[in-house]
């Protein structure tokens, strides 16, 4: 389809709309998974709507010593990637388009949960991106707004400002899309030399290897409430390889589902493995968090987590996470 590229607010604003409008952000060099929230998107908006795609590297979310001069600008292909996807319009402006009077003076503020975790590694990253989101938002006027879910705590901010400032706008979360081995598609991963690349597999096989551990547990807690508590209970119990579990079945059937601590430790081994390569994973963080504030969730946790993590590879850091459920007594999500 042919694909309308903007640079103004004005022109966008000028466009006749005649169904509702989907908006997928991003800061370009686009790549499947970019196009994946466009296909949603056009999907969402429906025949009649409009897919508007916006390319703007901001650069108040880039620290100092970050990435803002070598982060890719890919624009023609970007617009390419885009119309080919479903997208009606790319609205790339320029970094006067969106702060016509320089750094904004008035932010928005990320709050507690911009402090944690990515925040903690990245300060003020969180208010740069709020408050270029909440700019974005105000300039492209969407019905509904499209993120992927590979950037888990920017996509529980944006809802808490959404939520919390009542921006008339609705807020959609797209799954992490992943390429054939594992790793999780980013911009960033043009960075890794082959040698670290094979070392960066190690986020999402710990990622994995936590909920594989989480989704035994889950089995093993189903059927301990399934098989009578007598000595058949027991004998179940060791046939699943339990035998500590068969020794103690009160204990199996009390434990909460799914036991965080054994999940972190699952990943915890395949990171902890990883940083002995070469070259060698820098871990930053690894955690299981609660989504709504992403506060470390405790052992009698139940309802959605996410178990998160990030590191360095090289120069390149990437980020990752996978959504589990706890106290269903069933598999992951």
Do not use: C, W
């Not at 409008?21 to 196009?35: D, I, K, P």
């Not at 036991?259 to 994973?281: I, K």
């Amino acid at each position: 389809m042919t694909t309308t590229l903007l640079r103004t607010a004005g022109e966008l604003h000028a466009r006749v709309r005649t169904g509702r409008r989907a908006v997928v952000m991003t800061m370009g060099a686009l790549h499947e998974g970019h196009a994946t929230l466009v296909r949603t998107a056009r999907e969402l908006a429906g025949p009649d709507g409009e897919v508007v795609v916006t390319v703007f590297v901001n650069p108040l979310q880039f620290g100092a010593g970050e990435d803002l001069d070598r982060y890719p600008r890919t624009l023609d292909a970007d617009v390419a990637l885009a119309g080919r996807s479903g997208a009606d319009v790319v609205f790339a402006p320029a970094v006067e388009e969106v702060y016509p009077g320089g750094e904004p003076q008035v932010r928005i503020s990320a709050g507690p949960m911009g402090e944690r975790l990515e925040g903690s590694s990245r300060p003020g990253h969180f208010d740069g991106m709020l408050t270029v989101v909440a700019k974005l938002l105000h300039l492209t006027r969407p019905d509904i707004a499209l993120y992927g879910q590979k950037d888990a705590q920017q996509l529980a901010l944006i809802r808490r400002m959404v939520r919390d400032l009542n921006f008339g706008v609705e807020i959609a979360g797209v799954p992490t899309v992943r390429e054939e081995d594992g790793l999780a598609l980013s911009s960033r991963n043009r960075y890794l030399s082959a040698p670290e690349r094979r070392t960066a597999l190690a986020l999402s096989r710990a990622l994995f290897a936590g909920r594989d551990r989480h989704a035994a547990q889950e089995a093993l807690r189903a059927r301990a409430r399934e098989v009578p508590a007598t000595r058949a209970r027991a004998e179940a119990l060791s046939a699943l390889g339990e035998s500590r579990a068969a020794a103690d079945t009160h204990a199996v059937a009390t434990a909460a589902p799914g036991g965080p601590a054994a999940v972190r430790a699952a990943a915890r081994a395949v990171l902890d493995e990883a940083a002995r390569l070469d070259p060698p994973l820098k871990l930053d963080y690894l955690a299981l968090v609660d989504p709504s504030d992403f506060t470390d969730v405790g052992e009698d946790f139940t309802g959605e987590a996410v178990l998160a993590v990030a590191a360095r590879v090289g120069t390149t850091r990437l980020i990752d996470n996978i959504p589990l459920t706890f106290g269903t007594f069933g598999a992951a999500s």
